[in-house]
């Protein structure tokens, strides 16, 4: 028996003028972080391509070859939809985000630096992300740990927040120094991306 469904391969999005013009992280490291990017989403394309139709036999090969495709496919897709997240709320100013993602912070976290503290910490504990997500079952903001694109997942939560710690996020600017680089991530995030979400998602504020 083949495995048969339908894909279609996607392109890459295109990156933000704003995004080589961040204020401490380089246009340098913005553009080769940009080429992992589409990295995953030639390799989601590829391994598609090779599941389409593949061996579904009970031979035990068979499926060592689907749980490796299956397990890369995973990994490829999460490093698509984090990236995405990331670039596309980079190009700020960062500061106070106010509005919307503002009151969830101030009523979930108690403020801002309590916030901003705790995903730091979340970021430098991390071996890969850190994100800020809204849980839909809680009804609540919270920060969680990613060791990989594809560990730790959260169901039934929306990220609004993806803080890509991988070195190769920071080591162009700030060699080991990856608390520096996290400060500068928070000085470019751009509030009206993410306030857009919140409002996109129907995220409650109360």
Not at 141 to 170: K, S
């Amino acid at each position: 028996m083949a495995l048969v469904f339908q894909f279609e391969e996607i392109a890459p999005r295109e990156l933000k003028p704003e995004l080589l013009e961040l204020d401490g992280i380089s246009r340098e490291s913005v553009e080769a972080h940009y080429k992992l990017y589409e990295g995953y989403v030639a390799k989601r394309n590829e391994i598609l391509g090779k599941l389409d139709g593949a061996d579904l036999g009970s031979a035990n090969q068979a499926y060592s070859e689907i749980r490796a495709l299956k397990v890369e496919l995973t990994f490829a897709v999460g490093g698509i939809k984090n990236h995405e997240i990331y670039f596309e709320h980079l190009g700020g100013g960062g500061g106070p985000p106010g509005d919307a993602f503002g009151q969830l912070v101030e009523r979930d976290f108690g403020s801002l630096d309590a916030w901003r503290t705790d995903l730091k910490a979340t970021g430098m504990a991390a071996r890969g992300w850190a994100w800020t997500a809204y849980d839909w079952d809680e009804g609540r903001l919270f920060n969680y740990i990613g060791d990989a694109q594809n560990t730790y997942p959260i169901w039934n939560a929306t990220p609004l927040v993806a803080l890509d710690v991988y070195e190769h996020a920071y080591f162009l600017d700030y060699r080991t120094d990856r608390s520096s680089y996290i400060d500068a991530f928070f000085d470019n995030l751009d509030w009206t991306t993410v306030n857009d979400w919140v409002a996109r998602y129907q995220i409650p504020l109360k």
